[in-house]
């Protein structure tokens, strides 16, 4: 995966902050819903792009939402930010098997995230209604973010879905 290294020159306040501010923009061709990591792991994605700043949203944004399996199981689901507690992982079925320090890596489907990075670790888990009621520790220090990774993208949607001519 290609990237783009930057730092982080500001976040919103408080212990449960939900955006950073990085020293990357357009002028670095930075786009929007491009993925944010750190070595640990996922750390959020670009909302905002200005020409020498963007402004990332991390995983724990109430409105942040990615596309997860848990690593043992292949089972998947979205993880959504908590907002005041850790992220919770939804549409994980109760007959699941889901247990404590299992980890949960991106799925790709989102089209954000590339498959395979590390979101975090299972720390709360119980049976609910269908779902299992699964909260999960970010792998990546979001509350203490110096640099960070930008995914650049390696396609493009539009020119991947038309075509000219059909296949013959």
């Not at 905002?48 to 997860?68: E, I, R």
Request: net charge positive; aromatic share 4%.
């Amino acid at each position: 995966i290609e990237t783009v290294a930057a730092e982080v020159i500001a976040a919103s306040p408080g212990e449960r902050s939900s955006a950073v501010f990085i020293n990357k923009g357009t002028g670095e061709g930075l786009k929007t819903d491009w993925a944010v990591i750190t070595p640990q792991g996922v750390a959020g994605k670009i909302v905002a792009v200005f020409p020498h700043t963007s402004q990332g949203m991390l995983l724990t944004d109430p409105s942040s939402g990615v596309g997860c399996m848990m690593e043992r199981t292949r089972t998947q689901g979205v993880l959504k930010g908590g907002g005041r507690t850790f992220p919770e992982l939804d549409y994980i079925l109760n007959e699941q098997p889901v247990a404590p320090g299992d980890l949960v890596v991106t799925s790709g489907l989102d089209q954000i995230y590339p498959r395979g990075l590390p979101v975090g670790t299972v720390v709360e888990n119980r049976r609910g209604d269908i779902y299992r009621d699964i909260k999960v520790k970010p792998a990546a220090p979001l509350n203490r973010l110096h640099e960070v990774l930008v995914v650049k993208k390696p396609y493009s949607r539009t020119t991947s879905t038309q075509s000219k001519s059909p296949a013959r």
